[in-house]
């Protein structure tokens, strides 16, 4: 007699804060997912208002379903971190309060995975109303399959968050999450290390566009009018603080490191020579660095956006 093999468990966790305008539509399209060995864990982040009932609520009709309220204030990173190492599966898959999921999204991405660190999907924007906004995710940047840390140099990553099925055991490795860096950027660096992230061609998430979303692919331009300049040694710290933190989580083994390296000497100051030194290590690997670009096809753009860093920082 053949006993079934059980498939994988995957764990699905969901950071909440205030989010209970939308979180109705998430939870439903998570609990409908065509995949069933998941447990769902929700670590809310001291929401005041009604998130929590909501939570609750679900909670209630399923046993799979696990809500953690922190005593205080973790922020959004550190909410995902604590909710990753609470979960018991073999893949994480974070998911985010305000999306739908399609059905077959788990199961697709682990049909996928196979030895790769992240397997990731393109997406289909929606607006408040959950009405489709007629553009993908994929239409906005490049969607590939990469393995190089190098393309975390830049912020404007390709495998967000809320597409994304990770192996646990790079998860594990990612830890503890910096702050200086989204957990989905952070992820993604850590998970090229010794693996690869896959693109899977296909819309399995509907991705709400509205004014509060934290990485809202369509509303940069925007936010930016609302967000107070930093100012110039502002930037210079970040870029310092963002490329040593880089630095010291690659591994030696990987000839990136010493690239990051450079690029972290680059921002010691603004001399000519350091200005140079961060614009010749662009040219040289603008093919990794800038493979989330839209335009990366095109040459003469990507060639500019190199020059550019001789003028400013990263």
């Excluded at 046993?63 to 309220?69: A, E, K, Y």
């Excluded at 192996?167 to 693996?195: C, R, Y």
């Excluded at 930016?224 to 591994?251: D, G, M, S, V």
Aim: include cysteine.
């Amino acid at each position: 007699m053949n006993i079934p093999i059980k498939p994988p468990l995957v764990s699905i966790v969901i950071a909440t804060y205030n989010g209970e305008k939308f979180l109705r539509k998430q939870l439903d399209s998570v609990f409908n997912q065509t995949y069933k060995n998941i447990e769902i864990i929700a670590v809310d982040d001291c929401s005041t208002d009604n998130t929590v009932d909501i939570l609750n609520e679900y909670a209630a009709q399923h046993d799979s379903f696990t809500v953690v309220r922190n005593e205080h204030n973790l922020g959004y990173v550190k909410n995902f971190e604590k909710g990753f190492l609470l979960a018991n599966g073999n893949y994480i898959a974070p998911c985010d309060q305000d999306d739908v999921w399609l059905s077959t999204k788990i199961e697709v991405l682990v049909n996928h995975i196979g030895d790769h660190a992240i397997v990731y999907c393109d997406s289909e924007f929606i607006d408040g109303t959950g009405q489709s906004l007629n553009t993908k995710m994929s239409e906005t940047k490049t969607l590939t399959d990469f393995d190089s840390p190098l393309m975390y140099i830049e912020v404007g990553i390709s495998a967000l968050g809320h597409a994304i099925l990770i192996q646990k055991e790079v998860v594990l490795a990612a830890m503890p999450f910096p702050i200086l860096f989204s957990h989905d950027n952070w992820l993604g660096f850590v998970a090229t290390f010794d693996s690869s992230v896959k693109f899977v061609n296909e819309v399995l998430v509907q991705y709400r566009r509205h004014d509060t979303n934290l990485t809202n692919a369509l509303l940069k331009k925007d936010r930016k009018k609302n967000i107070p300049k930093r100012t110039r040694q502002e930037r210079i710290e970040n870029a310092q603080q963002r490329l040593q933190t880089l630095y010291e989580k690659c591994p030696v083994h990987l000839p990136e490191k010493e690239i990051i390296g450079q690029l972290r000497k680059s921002h010691d100051d603004y001399s000519l020579r350091n200005n140079f030194l961060r614009m010749r290590l662009f040219f040289q690997h603008r093919d990794k660095i800038l493979l989330h670009k839209k335009y990366r096809h095109t040459e003469l753009k990507r060639c500019l956006h190199c020059i550019k860093t001789f003028f400013k920082t990263i």
